[in-house]
Nanobody
Framework: HVQLVESGGGSVQAGGSLRLSCAAPGYIDSNYCMGWFRQAPGKDLERVTSIDADRETSAADSVKGRFTTSRDNAKKMLYLQLNNLKTEDTAMYYC?????????RGQGTQVTVS
């Protein structure tokens, strides 16, 4: 049973930074496309970033220039660097298989910006 396990969330002030990690054995080292998603209370799941096997990345307009995603196939890890955080970035963040939001995803890690 392959699991995705996120970590690194927390509470920060606006303008601060966080680095989220996702352990994804079986997916990262197998070169699947992976994505980061978030969901705020009362809102739909939103794709934040994605990264494919060639390390090509894409990001939602709302986070471009602030969030970057990377992968380390050897360590079987996916990362999301969040810079210049805004209050509207407050959400539960998930890593997931694929970039559609319908793939397997982890339990999430909470990011709260005040």
């Amino acid at each position: 049973h392959v699991q995705l396990v996120e970590s690194g969330g927390g509470s920060v002030q606006a303008g601060g930074s966080l680095r989220l990690s996702c352990a994804a054995p079986g997916y990262i080292d197998s070169n699947y496309c992976m994505g980061w998603f978030r969901q705020a209370p009362g809102k739909d799941l939103e794709r934040v970033t994605s990264i494919d096997a060639d390390r090509e990345t894409s990001a939602a307009d709302s986070v471009k220039g602030r969030f970057t995603t990377s992968r380390d196939n050897a360590k079987k890890m996916l990362y999301l660097q969040l810079n210049n955080l805004k209050t509207e970035d407050t959400a539960m963040y998930y890593c997931a298989l694929g970039d559609t939001g319908t793939g397997i995803r982890g339990q999430g890690t909470q990011v709260t910006v005040s």
